[in-house]
Structures are given as C-alpha cells and as structure tokens.
C-alpha cells in the first residue's frame, strides 16, 4: 500500500482538475454519441409527423449535426489530453523510482539478485500508466454515465429511474467485481505458468551448448510444450469468461433498450413526454451503455498492478533518509589510513574484513588481490562510505569517508570492471566527468588514454553515438573511454576495480601500461585478477577471508613467499 | 493483408466459417434493426401492447444471435489462433536448436526469448482480433448495404460514397504518422529509453557523484519525451478522429436527409428508422478494425520476425548419423583443408586446417583475439557445421561433428559456464538425470564442490541460477567440471575456461582440472599460456589459418609462430598482426 499511496496518490491529488476534464471530456464523447442517436430518433419521428413548417425541424437538424461533429472532436481532445497527462504523471512517478534506487544504488545488486531488476522497475512504472488510461479513467467515466441516466430518468419517474439502476448497477459494479473475483486466481495462475516458461526458455537459450551436446532436445521440447499448453489453458479460460461476459453484458444491453422503450411509450400514453421522444430514449440506449460496458475490463487489470507496485515497494523498503549534513571536503593530504578495520555483514557469519591494517600514502600504487568474496569489494565499499567499519577507523585526509557525503566522489574516482557508457555520444560519456571541461581537456584526456587516434578517425569523431552500433568500441576501447572520463574528474585517489577482466593478454597489458601513464602522480588502488605489470606497485595487498594473506612489493614477495613465486610463474606462463 | 496468414494450418477453414458465421450475424443484425423499428413504430402509434411486446421479443431474440454468434466467433478464431502460435512456437524452438549458439548470439539471445514468448503471444492476439474484425469489414457493411439499397436508394449511395472516403483518410493517416514516427524515431527510441539507460548505469553516475543532479534530467528527458510523444500521436489519432468523424457525420447527414424526406411524404417512416437505426452497424466495423490497428500492430510485427528466423539457414543440418565407437587409446581424427565460412557475412574464420590427433592426448589452441580458436571450437564440437573439408575419425568419413554419434562422446566448457536454474544436485547430473547421490558427491568432491555444499544451507538442494544463489565464477566452473566428469565422455572441449579467474582460483582450478584431464582427448583453447606447459600437442591459429603445430618443445625449437605469441603476450616484441585487432 505504501508503495500506492506513494506512487499513484499524490498524482491524483496534483493533477485532479486536469484529470477531471480528461474524464469529463470521456463523458461528453459517449454522451454526444448517445444524444446524436437521441436527436436523429427525434428528427425522424417529427419529420414522420409532417409539420406544417420546416422550420419546426430546424433546431433538432443542427443539433444532429452538432452532436455528429462533437462527438469525434471531443474523443479527439480527450484522448490528446488523457495521454498528455499521463505522460506527465509517468515523468513523476520515473523520478520518484530514480529517488528509491539512487539512495541504494551501490546494494541494488546484492540485495535483488535476481535477473534484471532494473528493467523490470522501469517496466513497472511504465506499465502504470494504464491504472490511468485504462482503468480509472473509463470507470469515472462510467459512473458519470450511470448517474446522467439514472437522473435523467428519475426527472420523469423516480421508480422506473431506481429500476433501471439496479440493472445498471449489475453491468458496472456486479460484473466488475465478478470478474475480479474470478479471474484474480487465474491470472496469477497465468503468470505463474508464463514466468516458468520463462525460466525454462531462458536455461535453453543461455544453455544451447549444452542442450545440443547432451542430445536432450526432444525431451525438452516435449516439456516445454506441455508447460506451453498448460499456461494456454488458463489463458483460454480468461478469454473464454471474456468471450462470454460480454455476450451476456449485450444480451442484459438489450433488455435495458427494451424497458426503455417500454417505459417510454407508456409515459408518451400518459402525456408525460411527446410521442416524438419514445425512439429518442429507445435509440439513445445502447450508445449510452457502451461507456458502461468496459468497467469490467478495467477493473480486471488491478490485480497486474498490484504486483508491479509490490515490486516497487520491495525497493522502496530500504529507502533510509539520511540525515542532511554538511559535507567535509578534503584536506591538502590525501593519505588513506586504515587501522584495525573489522567489518561484519551479519555478527553471526564471519568477518568479512578482520583487523586490516593499512596506510597509504599519496601518489602510492596498490594492487589489491584476493579471489571472490575475500573482501575487495567491502574494503571498496568502505573506502567510499557507503558502509561504515564495525571496528577500527578508516581516514582519508585526516577525516571517515562517510563524513565527506556525496564530496567523496570528488576525492576517490572508481572505475569499475564494467563502466556503464550511456547511449549518447563518446563526448557526453567522458564530459560526465566534468561538465564543465573544455573541448581542449577533452581532446587531452582522449590522448591521454590513446584513443584520440581512433575516435578522430570515425566520421562523427567525438561525436560519434556510443551505442550506435553496438560493435563500434571493444571491451578495451570501452575502458579506455571510462578511464578518460576519470581523468577529467581528476580526484587524488583513483579506485580501478578488476579493470582488465575480460580482455586477452595484449589488450590487457597495454590498458595497464595506459592507466599507470595516465594516472602518474595519483594514489591508485587497483583490484586485479592478474600479476601483470605488479612490478611497478608500491604495495602489493592479498586478501584472503577477510584477512591480509601477502603483503610487500614485488621485489619482496619473490624474495620471501613461494606461494606468490609460484602464482607469478603461472600467470606469466614459465618458458 | 498478411500472406503467410492463409499458410497456416486450417487457416482456411477458419477464415470460411468465421465468413459464414458473419454472414448469418449481419442477416441477425438488419433483423434486428427491422423489429426495433417495428416496436417502437407500434409504441409509438398507441397499438396494442402484445403487438409491441411480440416485435420486441423478435428483436430480442435477433439481438441475442447476433451477440451469440459474435461469441461463436470469437470461440473458432481463439481456438485457430490458440493451434496457430502455438505450432509456431514449437517450430520456433526446434528451430533454436537447429541454429546453435552463434547465430542465437547474432540474435541476441534476449530477442529470441522475448520473441518466443511475448511475441507469439502477441502474435496469437493478433490472429484473435484480426481476422474477425477484417472480415466484418468485408461482409457486414455489403450485406447492410443491400438491404439499404432494396428499402431506398439515396440513403444506400450515400452510404457507399462515405466508405471510400473513410477508408482512403485510413490509409493515408496510417501513412503520414508512419512517416513521422520513423523520421523521428532514432530521437524518439533515444528519449524513451533514457531512463532505462540511466538505471541500468546509476553506480556509474553514482561513482562519478553526478547522480543526485541526474534527477532533473530524468524529469527533462521524460518531459521531452511527453511533448514528442504528443506530437506524434496527434498525428496518429488523426486516423481514428477521421475515421469517428465520417461515420457520425454521415449518420447525422441521413438522419436530416430521411426526415427531409419524411416531411415530404416521400418515405415510410419505418423504412427510415431502420436505415438510422442501421447506419452505425454499417460504420462500427471499419471503427473497430480501425482502433485495433495499433494494438494488432504488435502481433503482426512478431509474426514477421518469427518467420524471419525461422528463415534463416540452420548452422547445424541434420545429417544422417555414422555409428563411431567411443573414442579410446587407439582411436584417431584426421581432419584434411577444414574450412568454415559464415554464409551471412561472407567471412572465412578458418581456411584450410590440417591435423590429426591419436588416442587420448590433450591439445592446445592459441592464437590472437579473433584468430579462429573459438571457431574451431565451435565446428569440432558441432556447434556449426564446416563449409568444406574431409573429417575422418577412425578411417571413417564423417560429414560434421554435429552427428549424435559423436555429440555423445563429449563434453564442452566454456568462459562462463551455463548454471541452470535447479538445485546444485540438479546441475551436477544435468547430462545424467538419473545419477546417484554417491555419484554426485564424489563428482562434487573431485572438482572440489565440497566446502561450498558444505556451506550452504540447502547443501545439494540449495537452489542456483536464475532466481537462485548467485556462485562465483571459480564454483561455476568447478559446476561445469562436475558436470562434465559424471558423464564420463572421452571427449573434453575447453574455450578459455580460466583467463576471467583471479590468480588464485585459477591455480586451485588447474590443480584440480590436470587429473580430470587424463584419459581423455582435450581440445582447449586460452590465452593463458601456462597451459602450454601441460599439452602434448599445440595449435597455432592465425587469422583463420594453422600456421603451426607440434608438441610446445617442437614449438619452442622452432622459434616461429609460437614464439612470437609469447613475446607479444609478455610485452617484449609487437607482433605484426596485434594492432588490427583487440578482442574477443
């Protein structure tokens, strides 16, 4: 609920008059295709009646004429406004969910660990959209509707008036809850059966290799088909109850246009209302009910939203408001010192850092090894405040990461193993950097990381779309691109996590010797998989369960440890 | 119109009995219309109530079949449509299978699954809601036409001069909102997946502390988005407007021509009440067609690009099976000028490879990024066929690797190693379902899986994969190998299973991958030459071609090919082919 109250409340509140005119307009559309139909019944029956003048005609032949022009004109608008709103509304609600996740973008990945969270969010919000459109909308509209008639009717005769009220009433509120009812159970069904198929199409797909090689196709043809058909016949059995609610709503149409009549030629025999009017109400029946009918079909769709505003509040939940601080900005000294540092995730597992100790100095180069879940990636976490230590003190220029608030990133650049480039133009990825950098710093930190060669050389040089293609820039090319816009950052700590994964040995080897040139002069922490180039470090730094397992320079290692001889002679591939 | 829709099975008869259907339900509409007028003609004129009451009942029960008739409708084209994709579908799979992991790839494997799914399902809706709608554009609107004709002429042409009118502004609205949104669409794709992009890559922003000021682009690009979003559908609701527009205005010009006609004495008033009363039956079905247009869009596009890879040329034919003998000591592969070109591209990835291998030896391929490793990969495990070239395996001539008779004989581990959604057990004995739990736990103990089992809290049962607990790449790895072990199949291939590793893993990997290796033939493609050490036989791939062979020593005498790899690899020389290429 409070992922509603979040997302879909205030926009009703903010945009409540331009939604009401939408949804009067929506009104106005079906009400002018009913009085067409109403005015046309009229015509004809006066005209059939032969006045003397024709002049008598003359009020309802503009009228039909008007009411025949209104009609599309108002749709028009209606739709025109009803989709610009939304739209709007779609804007509020993207930044509202950019909110949520900006606040916990460096855990998105731990804390929702299935597939593509983000994807689906944006999906979600997107999807949204039609509890507007497609759901409040033509329900309002609907209920206006049901009023206008029942009033209207109840001017003549209040009786009749709650009669066809309660036949109304069975087209926009019994079947609509009906349907909800029923078919609730079946969609999650549905859903369920389609996200297995899902889940089995996707292990074949992903798993082709060995799918082929196994020589299980045909068995898993066989199951998926079955799964397939299983899921259609919970689909068939929704389209089914649609196929029939609507053949049973236009056979309840009909006997509605039926009392109508009814009711109008005996009014018409007590002289209440003219004769000329009985095809009036008959005829204006069915129009009007049109707008009455699709209740059930909007309604229908809660349940789909309801689980996309689920999802949302799954994320919205470790929304913390963080107390605004003034944020530190650094000293003249960037030295990391890190003392006695423990961290736990969880008191009852293990550390996932223990007791590390560790000081760099400015313009040092650390390597930072360690195999998966040794604790590179807390350390880092650490380093940029977004976790704080359970013991010990970490300090960098003298004061916590977590002082600095957003200024750390200002302090420590990160370049991580896969740097996001944005679907714009090589120039807007590396100006993310510093906005407000010149075409010639630009142009200098392209050379810098040796790519000014390349880009120049592509008819839209700097210019040139990131993902236009999709081929345009290799892996080495794509890091290269992230690390020029670290340099226009310029910050006195630069973190490079496992920049270098993914690449053969050449490419490998010379992004190293481009980062090391480049980065001259700043302290640099590289996490890394590999021993390449760990000659030029000042530190090198083995993590091992959270635990420092080698530390010293090369020099020092191969002298002393004959686990890192040996690890050496592997990576290098002794001949 | 769609041509492949008179392709389908029963699609035929479909198209007739829904055609009959429609022809009864326009005859159940005019006499509907007929009693309607009928009553209220009655009601109107004070007559008795039975009478009225009885035109009332004809008219109901005419409106009952025609509703009835329209549910029929809708039964015999859901079930059509239903058999339809779900046929496709089943074609569609096969067909995966048959193209093999590169053309998928080329793909994207993301579109092929969308498409498998959302597409067909898309698709089937489309046959849903098209085919009825097309044909009550083509027979109601006659039939009522007819009718109109035989009661009074003017109405009837003014009925038939609207239709053209109506159906040209159709197309020629469709056209123009067509144009539009393709001259704008590079701006328009670019605007609506911004915000997608921007999560997708917000710890980069993050790290570069621009992710708070990111907002306001956020609600600017959305805001763009919305204006050009509007402009288009302007445009686009034109169609819909002037489809709205004709049809109300034609219905209010008969109505003030009939009653022109009334006050003149020239019509029956009856005769004019049906026509109003028909004259938006005679409209609703071009509306109808007209407002599905865009959700039909969706299922018709699938369509097209379901058959658009269900036409493309199968990487991996099916050619008929030579019986082999599993591969021992004593068994021997001669492969003479294999070659491979990708149809498509028209790229020779490998040209004229020559070698053999007897009995179980380990042999390694290296060469640069993009030399032809991964593609000689591909086609000896028949992933792909080979375009040209002589393959014997005991004397044998084999007409590809993709024969089941060697399939059976080997097993495949690549960078990243697909974990199946399934409990740990489950994608252990993924070839061998039927394994024991013994024989499970002593593959896991071989491939050192124990700590791992032993830590997590389902062990064995504990879910991975998709929607799973997520491994490190050393324990899929190690997955891989267990998987592979349990099969016991003489034949390994490798495609660079460690270069992604950290140092450390790497070397407990290869620790534990040497002895799994023995007694068995291996093809193993890497970078990392510190496998060279450990293979009897090496490969040196350039651009396409074999340009050395030999045991490392021979290689390393030599001092060709395969040295100069080395001594690039480690800095020492630039090779002369390095700068043109850079990756994978």
Same mark, same amino acid.
């Given at each position: 609920m409070k992922a509603f109250q979040k997302y879909i409340l205030p926009n009703l509140k903010k945009y409540r008059w331009i939604m009401f005119f939408a949804i009067f307009l929506g009104f106005l559309t079906f009400l002018a295709a009913s009085m067409l139909t109403f005015t046309a019944g009229y015509l004809i029956t006066r005209a059939a009646e032969r006045p003397y003048n024709i002049l008598m005609l003359y009020v309802p032949i503009v009228l039909v004429r008007a009411f025949g022009i209104a009609r599309p004109t108002v749709h028009y608008i209606e739709r025109l406004i009803g989709h610009n709103t939304v739209l709007k509304i779609l804007a509020d609600m993207r930044v509202k969910l950019y909110d949520a996740l900006e606040s916990q973008a460096l855990f998105i990945r731990s804390r929702f660990q299935t597939g593509d969270i983000v994807g689906t969010l944006a999906d979600d919000i997107e999807h949204l959209q039609d509890v507007y459109i497609r759901t409040i909308f033509p329900t309002v509209v609907a209920l206006f509707l049901f009023l206008f008639m029942v009033i209207s009717l109840a001017v003549f005769e209040p009786l009749f008036a709650l009669w066809i009220a309660l036949c109304l009433i069975i087209i926009i509120v019994v079947y609509p809850l009906i349907s909800l009812y029923m078919l609730k159970k079946h969609q999650i069904a549905v859903k369920e059966k389609r996200n297995k198929l899902y889940r089995m199409f996707t292990d074949a797909v992903l798993g082709i290799s060995d799918w082929i090689i196994s020589g299980k196709k045909d068995h898993f043809l066989s199951k998926f088909m079955k799964e397939s058909s299983a899921a259609d016949k919970f689909e068939k059995k929704l389209a089914h109850w649609n196929h029939s609610r609507s053949f049973q709503l236009q056979v309840l149409s009909g006997i509605i246009l039926i009392f109508v009549g009814i009711w109008a030629g005996t009014e018409a025999a007590k002289g209440d209302?003219? #004769?000329?009017?009985i095809a009036a109400f008959t005829l204006a029946t069915l129009p009007i009910l049109e707008g009455m009918v699709p209740v059930s079909t909007a309604v229908e769709k809660i349940p789909a939203y309801e689980e996309s505003l689920d999802r949302i509040e799954n994320i919205e939940q470790y929304v913390v408001k963080e107390p605004e601080k003034q944020p530190a900005t650094l000293g003249p000294k960037p030295e990391i010192i890190i003392d006695h540092v423990t961290y736990y995730y969880? !008191? !009852?597992? $293990? #550390?996932? &850092?223990?007791n590390i100790h560790l000081n760099i100095q400015p313009g040092e180069k650390i390597a930072l090894l360690g195999k998966s879940g040794a604790g590179k990636s807390t350390l880092l976490n650490l380093l940029i405040g977004a976790i704080s230590p359970t013991s010990g003190t970490i300090r960098i220029g003298g004061k916590a990461?977590?002082?600095? *608030?957003?200024?750390i990133f200002d302090v420590v650049s990160i370049l991580n193993q896969k740097p996001y480039l944005f679907a714009t133009t090589v120039e807007n990825n590396i100006r993310l950097?510093? #906005?407000?950098?010149s075409r010639e710093e630009v142009e200098e930190v392209i050379r810098k990381v040796k790519l000014d060669q390349y880009i120049h050389s592509l #008819?839209?040089? &700097?210019?040139?779309? =990131?993902?236009?293609? *999709?081929? $345009?820039?290799?892996g080495g090319e794509r890091q290269r691109v992230a690390l020029a816009r670290i340099l226009l950052k310029d910050t006195p700590i630069v973190i490079l996590d496992?920049?270098?994964?993914? &690449?053969?040995p050449i490419t490998e080897r010379k992004l190293l010797e481009t980062i090391f040139e480049a980065l001259e002069g700043k302290t640099l922490i590289l996490i890394t998989h590999?021993? =390449? !180039? &760990?000659?030029? =470090?000042d530190q090198i730094i083995f993590l091992d369960r959270g635990e420092i397992s080698m530390h010293g320079t090369h020099e020092e290692l191969m002298r002393t440890d004959e686990r890192y001889r040996k690890l050496y002679e592997l990576d290098t591939g002794k001949y | 119109m769609d041509k492949n829709l008179f392709k389908y099975k029963n699609s035929k008869r479909t198209l007739t009995t829904v055609g009959v259907i429609t022809v009864f339900q326009t005859i159940a509409i005019i006499i509907q219309a007929l009693y309607l007028g009928k009553a209220i003609i009655t009601i109107y004129e004070g007559a008795n109530w039975s009478v009225a009451l009885s035109f009332f009942s004809i008219f109901l029960t005419a409106h009952i079949s025609r509703h009835f008739l329209q549910w029929l409708k809708s039964r015999v084209t859901y079930k059509f449509a239903e058999e339809t994709a779900s046929q496709l579908q089943r074609q569609f799979v096969e067909k995966v299978f048959a193209l093999g992991p590169k053309p998928i790839t080329k793909f994207g494997s993301g579109n092929i699954i969308t498409l498998c799914l959302e597409g067909i399902s898309n698709f089937r809706t489309y046959l849903e809601l098209f085919i009825p709608r097309f044909l009550a554009c083509l027979i109601t609107p006659v039939g009522i036409l007819i009718y109109v004709f035989y009661t009074d002429l003017l109405s009837g042409v003014i009925f038939i001069v609207v239709m053209p009118i109506l159906i040209v502004f159709l197309i020629l609205l469709g056209l123009v909102a067509k144009r539009q949104k393709d001259k704008k669409w590079a701006n328009y794709l670019m605007l609506s997946r911004h915000f997608v992009d921007s999560l997708r890559g917000l710890v980069t922003l993050k790290f570069l502390g621009r992710s708070k000021g990111h907002r306001d682009a956020i609600y600017d690009v959305s805001n763009k988005y919305r204006i050009s979003t509007i402009r288009t559908l302007r445009i686009a609701f034109l169609s819909t407007f002037s489809l709205d527009f004709f049809s109300s205005l034609s219905i209010a010009v008969i109505s003030v021509e009939l009653g022109l006609r009334l006050i003149n004495g020239n019509m029956e008033f009856l005769d004019a009440l049906i026509i109003l009363i028909l004259a938006p039956e005679y409209f609703t079905p071009v509306r109808e067609l007209g407002n599905d247009y865009h959700a039909t869009m969706d299922g018709k596009e699938a369509g097209k690009k379901i058959h658009q890879v269900l036409e493309t040329a199968d990487e991996r034919t099916n050619l008929a099976d030579v019986p082999l003998p599993f591969w021992n000591g004593q068994s021997e592969l001669k492969v003479t000028d294999l070659t491979k070109v990708y149809s498509e591209e028209g790229? %020779?990835?490998?040209?004229q490879i020559n070698f053999s291998v007897k009995g179980y030896q380990k042999v390694g391929i290296i060469g640069l990024s993009g030399a032809g490793k991964s593609s000689l990969i591909d086609v000896l495990s028949g992933f792909t066929g080979f375009t040209s070239g002589l393959v014997e395996i005991n004397g044998k001539k084999i007409p590809?690797? %993709?024969i089941p008779s060697w399939q059976k004989q080997i097993t495949y581990i690549p960078q990243h190693p697909y974990i199946f959604s399934g409990t740990v057990a489950e994608n252990i004995a993924w070839?061998?379902?039927?394994?024991t739990e013994e024989e499970i736990l002593e593959a896991a103990r071989k491939t050192g899986l124990m700590p791992l089992i032993r830590e997590?809290?389902?062990? @064995?049962n504990e879910q991975i994969g998709q929607g799973g607990r997520a491994l490190s790449g050393g324990e899929e790895q190690r997955i891989a190998l267990a998987r592979a072990l349990l099969t016991k199949r003489p034949v390994m291939f490798f495609d660079?299973?460690?270069?992604? @590793?950290?140092i450390e893993t790497e070397h407990e990997i290869k620790e534990m991958m040497l002895p799994l290796m023995e007694n068995k033939l291996v093809f193993f493609a890497t970078h990392?030459?510190?496998?060279m050490n450990d293979m009897d036989y090496v490969l040196v791939i350039d651009r396409g071609r074999l340009v050395e062979q030999g045991t490392p020593e021979e290689l390393l005498r030599k001092n060709g090919a395969f040295v100069r790899l080395i001594e690039a690899q480690r800095g020492r020389v630039e090779h002369?082919?390095?700068?043109k290429i850079y990756t994978t």
């Amino acid at each position: 609920m409070k992922a509603f109250q979040k997302y879909i409340l205030p926009n009703l509140k903010k945009y409540r008059w331009i939604m009401f005119f939408a949804i009067f307009l929506g009104f106005l559309t079906f009400l002018a295709a009913s009085m067409l139909t109403f005015t046309a019944g009229y015509l004809i029956t006066r005209a059939a009646e032969r006045p003397y003048n024709i002049l008598m005609l003359y009020v309802p032949i503009v009228l039909v004429r008007a009411f025949g022009i209104a009609r599309p004109t108002v749709h028009y608008i209606e739709r025109l406004i009803g989709h610009n709103t939304v739209l709007k509304i779609l804007a509020d609600m993207r930044v509202k969910l950019y909110d949520a996740l900006e606040s916990q973008a460096l855990f998105i990945r731990s804390r929702f660990q299935t597939g593509d969270i983000v994807g689906t969010l944006a999906d979600d919000i997107e999807h949204l959209q039609d509890v507007y459109i497609r759901t409040i909308f033509p329900t309002v509209v609907a209920l206006f509707l049901f009023l206008f008639m029942v009033i209207s009717l109840a001017v003549f005769e209040p009786l009749f008036a709650l009669w066809i009220a309660l036949c109304l009433i069975i087209i926009i509120v019994v079947y609509p809850l009906i349907s909800l009812y029923m078919l609730k159970k079946h969609q999650i069904a549905v859903k369920e059966k389609r996200n297995k198929l899902y889940r089995m199409f996707t292990d074949a797909v992903l798993g082709i290799s060995d799918w082929i090689i196994s020589g299980k196709k045909d068995h898993f043809l066989s199951k998926f088909m079955k799964e397939s058909s299983a899921a259609d016949k919970f689909e068939k059995k929704l389209a089914h109850w649609n196929h029939s609610r609507s053949f049973q709503l236009q056979v309840l149409s009909g006997i509605i246009l039926i009392f109508v009549g009814i009711w109008a030629g005996t009014e018409a025999a007590k002289g209440d209302i003219a #004769p000329a009017f009985i095809a009036a109400f008959t005829l204006a029946t069915l129009p009007i009910l049109e707008g009455m009918v699709p209740v059930s079909t909007a309604v229908e769709k809660i349940p789909a939203y309801e689980e996309s505003l689920d999802r949302i509040e799954n994320i919205e939940q470790y929304v913390v408001k963080e107390p605004e601080k003034q944020p530190a900005t650094l000293g003249p000294k960037p030295e990391i010192i890190i003392d006695h540092v423990t961290y736990y995730y969880d !008191k !009852k597992d $293990r #550390p996932a &850092l223990n007791n590390i100790h560790l000081n760099i100095q400015p313009g040092e180069k650390i390597a930072l090894l360690g195999k998966s879940g040794a604790g590179k990636s807390t350390l880092l976490n650490l380093l940029i405040g977004a976790i704080s230590p359970t013991s010990g003190t970490i300090r960098i220029g003298g004061k916590a990461p977590k002082d600095y *608030g957003e200024n750390i990133f200002d302090v420590v650049s990160i370049l991580n193993q896969k740097p996001y480039l944005f679907a714009t133009t090589v120039e807007n990825n590396i100006r993310l950097g510093n #906005p407000s950098a010149s075409r010639e710093e630009v142009e200098e930190v392209i050379r810098k990381v040796k790519l000014d060669q390349y880009i120049h050389s592509l #008819p839209y040089g &700097l210019n040139t779309q =990131m993902e236009e293609s *999709g081929q $345009r820039f290799s892996g080495g090319e794509r890091q290269r691109v992230a690390l020029a816009r670290i340099l226009l950052k310029d910050t006195p700590i630069v973190i490079l996590d496992e920049p270098t994964v993914g &690449l053969d040995p050449i490419t490998e080897r010379k992004l190293l010797e481009t980062i090391f040139e480049a980065l001259e002069g700043k302290t640099l922490i590289l996490i890394t998989h590999h021993l =390449m !180039k &760990l000659e030029q =470090m000042d530190q090198i730094i083995f993590l091992d369960r959270g635990e420092i397992s080698m530390h010293g320079t090369h020099e020092e290692l191969m002298r002393t440890d004959e686990r890192y001889r040996k690890l050496y002679e592997l990576d290098t591939g002794k001949y | 119109m769609d041509k492949n829709l008179f392709k389908y099975k029963n699609s035929k008869r479909t198209l007739t009995t829904v055609g009959v259907i429609t022809v009864f339900q326009t005859i159940a509409i005019i006499i509907q219309a007929l009693y309607l007028g009928k009553a209220i003609i009655t009601i109107y004129e004070g007559a008795n109530w039975s009478v009225a009451l009885s035109f009332f009942s004809i008219f109901l029960t005419a409106h009952i079949s025609r509703h009835f008739l329209q549910w029929l409708k809708s039964r015999v084209t859901y079930k059509f449509a239903e058999e339809t994709a779900s046929q496709l579908q089943r074609q569609f799979v096969e067909k995966v299978f048959a193209l093999g992991p590169k053309p998928i790839t080329k793909f994207g494997s993301g579109n092929i699954i969308t498409l498998c799914l959302e597409g067909i399902s898309n698709f089937r809706t489309y046959l849903e809601l098209f085919i009825p709608r097309f044909l009550a554009c083509l027979i109601t609107p006659v039939g009522i036409l007819i009718y109109v004709f035989y009661t009074d002429l003017l109405s009837g042409v003014i009925f038939i001069v609207v239709m053209p009118i109506l159906i040209v502004f159709l197309i020629l609205l469709g056209l123009v909102a067509k144009r539009q949104k393709d001259k704008k669409w590079a701006n328009y794709l670019m605007l609506s997946r911004h915000f997608v992009d921007s999560l997708r890559g917000l710890v980069t922003l993050k790290f570069l502390g621009r992710s708070k000021g990111h907002r306001d682009a956020i609600y600017d690009v959305s805001n763009k988005y919305r204006i050009s979003t509007i402009r288009t559908l302007r445009i686009a609701f034109l169609s819909t407007f002037s489809l709205d527009f004709f049809s109300s205005l034609s219905i209010a010009v008969i109505s003030v021509e009939l009653g022109l006609r009334l006050i003149n004495g020239n019509m029956e008033f009856l005769d004019a009440l049906i026509i109003l009363i028909l004259a938006p039956e005679y409209f609703t079905p071009v509306r109808e067609l007209g407002n599905d247009y865009h959700a039909t869009m969706d299922g018709k596009e699938a369509g097209k690009k379901i058959h658009q890879v269900l036409e493309t040329a199968d990487e991996r034919t099916n050619l008929a099976d030579v019986p082999l003998p599993f591969w021992n000591g004593q068994s021997e592969l001669k492969v003479t000028d294999l070659t491979k070109v990708y149809s498509e591209e028209g790229r %020779t990835v490998l040209d004229q490879i020559n070698f053999s291998v007897k009995g179980y030896q380990k042999v390694g391929i290296i060469g640069l990024s993009g030399a032809g490793k991964s593609s000689l990969i591909d086609v000896l495990s028949g992933f792909t066929g080979f375009t040209s070239g002589l393959v014997e395996i005991n004397g044998k001539k084999i007409p590809a690797f %993709t024969i089941p008779s060697w399939q059976k004989q080997i097993t495949y581990i690549p960078q990243h190693p697909y974990i199946f959604s399934g409990t740990v057990a489950e994608n252990i004995a993924w070839y061998q379902p039927d394994a024991t739990e013994e024989e499970i736990l002593e593959a896991a103990r071989k491939t050192g899986l124990m700590p791992l089992i032993r830590e997590l809290p389902g062990g @064995l049962n504990e879910q991975i994969g998709q929607g799973g607990r997520a491994l490190s790449g050393g324990e899929e790895q190690r997955i891989a190998l267990a998987r592979a072990l349990l099969t016991k199949r003489p034949v390994m291939f490798f495609d660079e299973p460690t270069a992604h @590793l950290d140092i450390e893993t790497e070397h407990e990997i290869k620790e534990m991958m040497l002895p799994l290796m023995e007694n068995k033939l291996v093809f193993f493609a890497t970078h990392r030459l510190h496998w060279m050490n450990d293979m009897d036989y090496v490969l040196v791939i350039d651009r396409g071609r074999l340009v050395e062979q030999g045991t490392p020593e021979e290689l390393l005498r030599k001092n060709g090919a395969f040295v100069r790899l080395i001594e690039a690899q480690r800095g020492r020389v630039e090779h002369e082919s390095i700068p043109k290429i850079y990756t994978t």
